[in-house]
């Protein structure tokens, strides 16, 4: 039998409080600049570094993501809460160990590069998935400043070495990550709560099905 081609497959993790049309555009020009198979909305149950007031319920995130990626190869997933991991490292070690047939890239804005230092065993993310950094407006400058940087410039890669499929296997490995630059979209879910504070009542009700698993979603005890 010949040998399977791995699934490609871009990470994209946030709150999505709510999901916008800039998650839907940087993740389209991800899956298009890194020839992705398609992209997984990690919607978090909870952001170590995020405060939890006015964070909406997670099925109402997950709904309004599954909503946005509606006509495209993404794939929203409250998969986090599942695995009952906590933060990105044990996330990114569990997937790997449970999709081997998957070959994840991390994607994050500039504006989480700038505070990549602060996230726990942030060299281990980078040793374990490449990393693509999208561009993001008023951030980019702070993101190549960060106390990170001083550890990842040695690292950075052109956006096509990334696609060498051979860059983005799941194990250990040296890290490599590259700068995707594109028109940048002024879109934030902070505008967007500011505009519509009451956008999560319209998704109150709904138990959404999670875009990998399968399973029906619903708010996390405790």
Excluded: C
């Amino acid at each position: 039998m010949p040998a399977m081609h791995p699934v490609h497959t871009g990470l994209l993790g946030g709150s999505f409080n709510p999901a916008h049309g800039g998650h839907r555009r940087i993740s389209l020009f991800a899956m298009d600049a890194l020839h992705l198979d398609e992209v997984w909305w990690m919607v978090s149950p909870g952001n170590p570094l995020k405060a939890k007031a006015g964070m909406a319920p997670l099925p109402a995130r997950l709904a309004s993501a599954r909503d946005m990626a509606r006509g495209t190869r993404i794939r929203a997933t409250a998969i986090e809460a599942q695995m009952q991991t906590r933060y990105t490292v044990d996330t990114l070690r569990a997937l790997i160990r449970r999709y081997p047939g998957r070959r994840f890239v991390w994607l994050m804005g500039s504006d989480n590069l700038a505070q990549f230092h602060r996230w726990r065993d942030w060299r281990t993310i980078a040793r374990l998935l490449p990393i693509a950094v999208i561009a993001r407006p008023g951030y980019d400058a702070a993101a190549l400043r960060s106390p990170a940087m001083a550890w990842l410039r040695r690292y950075r890669v052109s956006p096509a070495h990334l696609q060498d499929k051979g860059h983005t296997r799941g194990s250990a490995q040296r890290p490599a990550w590259a700068f995707l630059r594109f028109d940048p979209d002024p879109r934030s879910a902070t505008a967007i709560r500011a505009k519509s504070p009451g956008w999560a009542t319209d998704h109150a009700s709904l138990r959404p099905r999670d875009g990998v698993t399968r399973r029906i979603i619903s708010q996390p005890k405790g």
